[in-house]
């Protein structure tokens, strides 16, 4: 048996928990901000294509003002992505009937 294999995992406790939490808390925060506005710059750069192109991934015009309006720490794409499954399921609708 060597030392390595006795030794148990030493686990903060406490105030150093805490701010263990507080810190893992903060970064995440950080990285999902920084992703919710990196995503907002893509956003933008769809509105440089054209009606016909937006059709071709399932959005329209409208759906990316739709997203633009969520506040800025939300990640847009996100809702577009479900615009985009809306839009599908509707055109799936009509095909139908």
Request: proline share 3%; charged share 30%.
């Amino acid at each position: 048996m060597t030392t390595i294999d006795c030794c148990e995992t030493v686990k903060p406790t406490g105030a150093r928990a805490e701010l263990a939490a507080f810190a893992v808390a903060t970064v995440e925060k950080a990285a999902s901000m920084y992703r919710a506005w990196a995503n907002r710059r893509e956003l933008y750069k769809l509105g440089d294509l054209n009606d016909r192109e937006l059709a071709d991934i399932g959005l329209s015009r409208s759906d990316l003002f739709v997203a633009r309006d969520v506040p800025v720490h939300v990640d847009p794409t996100a809702r577009l992505g479900v615009l985009a499954d809306i839009n599908r399921r509707q055109d799936a609708a009509r095909c139908v009937s």
